[in-house]
Structure formats: structure tokens, C-alpha cells
């Protein structure tokens, strides 16, 4: 360990946050204690997923709304690191896509208001559900025009965007995601980088080199890092509990430590009975790193 790494142990903390639909639906006031209860300090938040009976269309939330959440989770001292609003902004159909840009725009005008800085979304498919058009040129740049569109409004409401990979998506790959940062050149634009969503029955065996390859070419763009674990059963992957799968979270906690000091880290897909067991886990390999 070097000089600098021996200094950090002290001074950079594993800065954890959790998905807040992560726990069950319930009253906000429970909720907020829920998050302080695991000491995380920051969440993600989609207002539609939490409490959909204050969000029955997206377009039509209002500042009120997003400061009533906001309000309440700044009091608490809990961070609101991404607004949550999960569109597919490569439908086929031009008015299932104008709607969802509709609803992400919504997002970026209220993300203030809420309390949050970045907007995250993933890209949808062009399909119903999965399809291999997702992994043609032609879908790579639906993402880009409606990535486009998205980075204006950001720019203009200083907001970020955090766009996310996955397997099956258009944008399905790190150099891909790499692709788009050049070609949509905006500081609005940043990544938030789930590993497990890289990883595919076909090349989970070469992890390590797939999460060195994402760090290096998405770098300083990383904005906020998805913890997700995942196995691998009857050829397909599954998303099991962070601690009890595949993934190996090393070279990404190292990252956090190292590189990106105070970085969010957002655990995903931790139902609440293994959260306990799976934030150990993870501050365990933290503190030997």
C-alpha cells in the first residue's frame, strides 16, 4: 500500500447509499427512518416506484411534490444522489418515445426542487422487452439522437444526466457507453456504472477485464456506482443479493477508495433482510483493500 492509499483509509469512508424501493412500499416518515437505521447517506429515488399514489403520471408532477420528498430527505441529512427515471428512450413508437422523453425532461426541470443534481435513466430496447435490433448501429444511434435531446434540456436546467448500461440495451457495453460520451460531448452527460450489468453467460468468466476495461475508459465520467450482485444458473444470469454471487467487488470498491474519493455508491437489488449481511460484505473488502 502506498503512502497515499495508507492516508486514505482514514479519510474516505464507503460513501453507501441504497435504492429507496429497495425496501417495501411504506409512509415516508418510516421510510426515512429505514435509510438512517443502515446509516446510508445518500439514496436513489423514483418517486413513481416508492409512492406511485403521489406520481400518477410523471409529466404532471409538480415543484410542490418534489420539494415535499426533498424537503423531507435534506432534513434528515440524507442525500438524494440520483433521481430515478427509468424510460425507454428508443421506443419504436413515436409517441410511447415522446412521452418518455416527456417524463425524463419532467425530471430534469424538478430535479432541483427534489433536491438531487442527477437524473439516471437506462436506454429501454427498441423491442418488446429483448430483442437483437438492440445491438445494431441503427439502435446505437436511436440513443444518441434521444440522448441528444435529453443533454440540451440538462444544459439548460444545469442538471446531469446519468445514463446506464445493460446487457441487452442498445447501449449494452462500456466502449459503447464510451462511444456515446464522445459523440455527445457535454459535461451534462455522465455514467452511472453498474458492473453486474456488463456481464453476460458468455463473458462473466473474463469479469475482471471487463471491470478494468468500463473504469479506464469511463474514468472521471463515473458519476455514481450501482452495487449489484449477480449468479449465473441454467445459462442465464440472475440478480442475487450483493455478498452472495459472482461479481467481484474488489477492483470496483478500489476504485471508490482510490481513484473517486467519496464517490456514490448505491446498493441495488438488496431486499432488506440481507441488507445487513451485504453492507458487511462490502465495508469488510472496503476496509482490507
Request: net charge negative; aromatic share 8%; glycine share 6%.
Amino acid at each position: 500500500m502506498t503512502s497515499l492509499e495508507n492516508s486514505a483509509v482514514h479519510l474516505t469512508p464507503l460513501n453507501l447509499g441504497v435504492r429507496a424501493h429497495d425496501f417495501e412500499k411504506m409512509p415516508l416518515d418510516r421510510l426515512i427512518r429505514k435509510i438512517k437505521q443502515y446509516s446510508f447517506s445518500n439514496i436513489q429515488f423514483a418517486i413513481k416506484k416508492s409512492f406511485p399514489e403521489s406520481a400518477p403520471s410523471l409529466s404532471a408532477l409538480s415543484p410542490g411534490t418534489a420539494s415535499y420528498y426533498g424537503g423531507a430527505f435534506s432534513r434528515a441529512g440524507i442525500k438524494l444522489a440520483v433521481l430515478g427515471c427509468y424510460v425507454n428512450i428508443v421506443a419504436t413508437d413515436p409517441s410511447v418515445r415522446a412521452r418518455a422523453l416527456d417524463d425524463f425532461i419532467t425530471h430534469l426541470r424538478l430535479a432541483r426542487d427534489f433536491g438531487a443534481s442527477l437524473v439516471g435513466t437506462e436506454t429501454g430496447s427498441v423491442g418488446n422487452g429483448y430483442t437483437t435490433d438492440n445491438f445494431t448501429e441503427e439502435a446505437f444511434q436511436e440513443v444518441v439522437n434521444s440522448v441528444r435531446l435529453m443533454v440540451d434540456e440538462a444544459e439548460r436546467f444545469g442538471v446531469t444526466i446519468g445514463i446506464e448500461a445493460g446487457q441487452n440495451h442498445p447501449l449494452h457495453s462500456a466502449p459503447l457507453t464510451r462511444r456515446l460520451l464522445d459523440e455527445v460531448p457535454s459535461n451534462n452527460l455522465q455514467v452511472i456504472l453498474d458492473c453486474a450489468n456488463l456481464m453476460s453467460p458468455d463473458n462473466y468468466e473474463t469479469q475482471d477485464a471487463i471491470v478494468t476495461e468500463a473504469l479506464d475508459l469511463l474514468g472521471d465520467r463515473i458519476a455514481v456506482i450501482h452495487l449489484k450482485d449477480f449468479k449465473i444458473e441454467q445459462g442465464r444470469i440472475h440478480i442475487v443479493p450483493v455478498g452472495q454471487g459472482m461479481l467481484n467487488f474488489s477492483p470496483i470498491l478500489h476504485y471508490m477508495k482510490y481513484k473517486r474519493p467519496h464517490i456514490h455508491g448505491i446498493l441495488e437489488s438488496t431486499p432488506e433482510s440481507d441488507m445487513e449481511t451485504s453492507i458487511a460484505f462490502l465495508q469488510r473488502i472496503y476496509s482490507e483493500i
